[in-house]
T-cell receptor, first 114, second 112 residues
Framework: AQSVTQPDIHITVSEGASLELRCNYS??????LFWYVQSPGQGLQLLLK??????LVQGIKGFEAEFKRSQSSFNLRKPSVHWSDAAEYFCAVAPNNAGNMLTFGGGTRLMVKP | DTEVTQTPKHLVMGMTNKKSLKCEQH?????MYWYKQKAKKPPELMFV???????INESVPSRFSPECPNSSLLNLHLHALQPEDSALYLCASSQVPQEKLFFGSGTQLSVL
């Protein structure tokens, strides 16, 4: 069975600082990998996804993520955080033959200090 | 139109009530999903409809009854819920087969 771990429940960064959110997965083959963002009381918005090819993927809102097969990781990064980035971030995996069947990690809550 | 619309946004119901949650999309997507999200937890898949047919039921109790009357509409009928069913219920849709899910903003349900 596939699983996703986000080791950091909460992260606080200063506005303008860089950000890295960690995600580790467990799956027999290379899964499809996703990062979603959720503002309070809202639905989820897809930031980026990895299926194959270039291991560094660019997403919306200035986010990027790097797939590292050797570490089973798919960490999310942003060079300069804005106050509007404060939200809950979910990493998700799906089998590569059923890419819509998402399993979510526990989430990381990002807080941004002025 | 790239939206998934859910109504109502908030719902409070008693354990003997019957209510329904509604989800609508006009993107031509033929897969629709219900997720349940408890506070401070990730979403958990409940049901998947593909081409208006129920394709996945993740062992959800029968007090939750999904319905897909047409390709644009998805309902979740609620009956005899328990307080532990209080959660944010999220609807999503996608093309078939497509991996990008579009989520609605959810219905915040409180069961008293």
């Amino acid at each position: 069975a596939q699983s996703v771990t986000q080791p950091d429940i909460h992260i606080t960064v200063s506005e303008g600082a860089s950000l890295e959110l960690r995600c580790n997965y467990s799956y027999g083959a290379t899964p499809y990998l996703f990062w979603y963002v959720q503002s309070p009381g809202q639905g989820l918005q897809l930031l980026l996804k990895y299926f194959s090819g270039d291991t560094l993927v660019q997403g919306i809102k200035g986010f990027e993520a790097e797939f590292k097969r050797s570490q089973s990781s798919f960490n999310l990064r942003k060079p300069s955080v804005h106050w509007s980035d404060a939200a809950e971030y979910f990493c998700a995996v799906a089998p590569n033959n059923a890419g819509n069947m998402l399993t979510f990690g526990g989430g990381t809550r990002l807080m941004v200090k002025p | 139109d790239t939206e998934v619309t859910q109504t109502p946004k908030h719902l409070v119901m008693g354990m003997t009530n019957k209510k329904s949650l509604k989800c609508e999309q006009h993107m031509g997507h033929r897969a629709m999903y219900w997720y349940k999200q408890k506070a401070k937890k990730p979403p958990e898949l409940m049901f998947v409809y593909s081409y208006e047919k129920l394709s996945i039921n993740e062992s959800v109790p029968s007090r939750f009854s999904p319905e897909c009357p047409n390709s644009s509409l998805l309902n979740l009928h609620l009956h005899a819920l328990q307080p532990e069913d209080s959660a944010l219920y999220l609807c999503a849709s996608s093309q078939v087969p497509q991996e990008k899910l579009f989520f609605g903003s959810g219905t915040q349900l409180s069961v008293l």
